[in-house]
């Protein structure tokens, strides 16, 4: 074939790396390699992939024709690979899990001490994701598994979810914060003055969920729940926490509980996964989450 791997392999990373050089760094080569292989396929193809723009290489609509369908060639030619090494052992190479950002990881780093004393070899990524984005990752075949996340808010065909526990939350303030000294329990009113501090849903394509905001407030906006935790340690702005993550910062004042007329509800969490994905380890995770929420 004229168009191999190998040229599919440096499109790409041209293109995630943003330049020739540094796709040569990413790649472990030198540039002058890089170069030529885009320069040998454009004579076997008999087209230009590139054309110069005073220092820049930009791609030709063929070009970008050869990057979007190499990159498919590529995630199938690693499937092929993937499903070969789970025949083979009974194992995948990897799972990908996607943590919601509300579950803590110390609880998933237990599962996977666990894990690793099976000695399989399988390795495991792990990515933080928020409200929407936690399915969106499983539906986009970012992640194998998804880890507390709230309940699907979307096409669930194809999809398996388990609840696995429930977060209660709390409405906290840093140990100087004003509200410290109002009457209580505190009204929306008085919590207008405040920025309330939220976590960006980390969907890119799915409609975002949002939770717990109130009404004519300004907000800042973060991308984690650790992130949201340490603004409202530093007084930054107010907001609902859930208990299970704040529990140290309860016990040495860090934050201050407060009684609030507007209560949060209780947030059940899930895990899910495509019910196509017959892998070994994803099932011995499904498995153990179930152990741990009976």
């Known amino acids: 074939m004229k168009l191999s791997l190998e040229a599919c392999e440096v499109l790409d990373a041209i293109d995630r790396k943003g330049s020739?050089?540094?796709?040569?760094?990413?790649?472990?080569?030198?540039?002058s390699t890089i170069t030529y292989t885009v320069q040998k396929l454009e004579e076997d193809l008999g087209l230009i992939i590139y054309r110069r723009e005073g220092r820049r290489s930009i791609l030709?609509?063929?070009?970008?024709?050869?990057?979007?369908?190499?990159?498919?060639?590529?995630?199938?030619?690693?499937?092929?690979?993937?499903?070969?090494k789970q025949v083979d052992s009974g194992w995948e190479s990897h799972i990908n899990i996607a943590l919601d950002t509300i579950y803590d990881i110390d609880a998933l780093y237990k599962v996977v001490e666990e894990f690793y004393k099976?000695?399989?070899?399988?390795?495991?990524?792990?990515?933080?994701?928020?409200?929407?984005?936690?399915?969106?990752?499983?539906?986009?075949?970012?992640?194998?598994?998804?880890?507390?996340?709230?309940?699907?808010?979307?096409?669930t065909q194809g999809i398996k979810f388990e609840q696995i526990?429930?977060?209660?939350w709390q409405f906290v303030v840093g140990k100087n914060h004003p509200l410290?000294?109002?009457?209580?329990?505190?009204?929306e009113e008085d919590t207008k003055p405040f920025h309330s501090i939220i976590i960006r849903d980390s969907s890119k394509k799915s409609?975002?969920?949002?939770?717990?905001?109130?009404?004519?407030?300004t907000v800042l906006r973060v991308a984690s729940m650790e992130q949201?935790?340490?603004?409202?340690?530093?007084?930054?702005?107010?907001?609902f926490l859930p208990t299970h993550r704040i529990i140290n910062q309860l016990k040495t004042g860090e934050l201050v509980a407060l009684p609030i007329t507007k209560?949060?509800?209780?947030?059940?969490?899930?895990?899910?996964?495509?019910?196509?994905n017959k892998g070994r380890a994803i099932r011995w995770f499904i498995d153990k989450f179930r152990q741990c929420n009976q």
């Open 60 to 84: 030709t609509p063929a070009g970008k024709v050869l990057l979007e369908q190499g990159r498919e060639l590529l995630k199938a030619a690693q499937s092929i690979v993937e499903t070969a």
């Open 180 to 187: 410290r000294e109002y009457h209580l329990p505190l009204s």
């Open 263 to 276: 209560d949060a509800a209780l947030t059940p969490l899930f895990i899910g996964w495509r019910i196509n």
């Open 118 to 155: 099976l000695k399989t070899g399988v390795e495991v990524n792990i990515t933080e994701e928020v409200l929407a984005g936690s399915w969106e990752a499983i539906v986009e075949h970012r992640a194998d598994l998804v880890i507390g996340a709230p309940h699907p808010e979307i096409n």
């Open 228 to 239: 949201k935790i340490s603004a409202q340690v530093r007084g930054l702005g107010i907001g």
């Open 20 to 31: 020739f050089a540094a796709a040569a760094a990413a790649l472990y080569r030198v540039p």
């Open 207 to 217: 409609p975002a969920m949002t939770h717990r905001i109130f009404e004519k407030q």
């Open 165 to 168: 526990g429930v977060a209660n």
